[in-house]
C-alpha cells in the first residue's frame, strides 16, 4: 500500500522554524513528484511546493523562507519553514503523483498523507 506520513508540525511563535518531514512507502520514491499543500480554518487548500528529481517549485507566498529537500535513499521529504508567520498557519499535507515535472494542482496528485497541524502565533 502507498502510505505518506506527514510529521513535525508543532506551535511556533512568528519569525520561529518549524521542519516538516513527510516518510513515503509503497511506490518508487524517486520517481515521483512530491508536494506540499496547507489548508488553513475556512479555506481551500493551497499550494505550498513541490520537487521532483529534477526541480522544485514553491508558491510566491513562501519563496525565500520554505525550503524543500528531499532522501531518495531514505523516502523521506522535508519542508523547512523559516521566518514563520501568523498566516502560515495551517494542516499541511503531503501528496505525490507519478509524474517527472513539479505540480501546483492538487487534484492531479493520486496520494496524501494525513496532515500535521502548524500553528504560527503573533
Known amino acids: 500500500d502507498v502510505q505518506l506520513q506527514a510529521s513535525g508540525g508543532g506551535s511556533v511563535q512568528a519569525g520561529g522554524s518549524l521542519r516538516l518531514s513527510c516518510a513515503a512507502s509503497?511506490?518508487?520514491?524517486?520517481?515521483?513528484?512530491i508536494g506540499w499543500f496547507r489548508q488553513a480554518p475556512g479555506k481551500e487548500r493551497e499550494f505550498v511546493g513541490s520537487?521532483?528529481?529534477?526541480?522544485?517549485a514553491y508558491a510566491d507566498s513562501v519563496k525565500g523562507r520554505f525550503t524543500i529537500s528531499r532522501d531518495n535513499a531514505k523516502n523521506t521529504m522535508f519542508l523547512q519553514m523559516n521566518s514563520l508567520k501568523p498566516d502560515d498557519t495551517a494542516v499541511y499535507y503531503c501528496?505525490?503523483?507519478?509524474?517527472?515535472?513539479?505540480?501546483?494542482?492538487?487534484?492531479?496528485?493520486?496520494?496524501w498523507g494525513q496532515g500535521t497541524l502548524v500553528t504560527v502565533s503573533s
Open positions: 501528496a505525490a503523483n507519478d509524474a517527472i515535472h513539479c505540480s501546483r494542482n492538487n487534484g492531479v496528485y493520486d496520494y
Open positions: 509503497g511506490f518508487t520514491f524517486d520517481d515521483y513528484n
Open positions: 520537487t521532483t528529481g529534477s526541480g522544485t
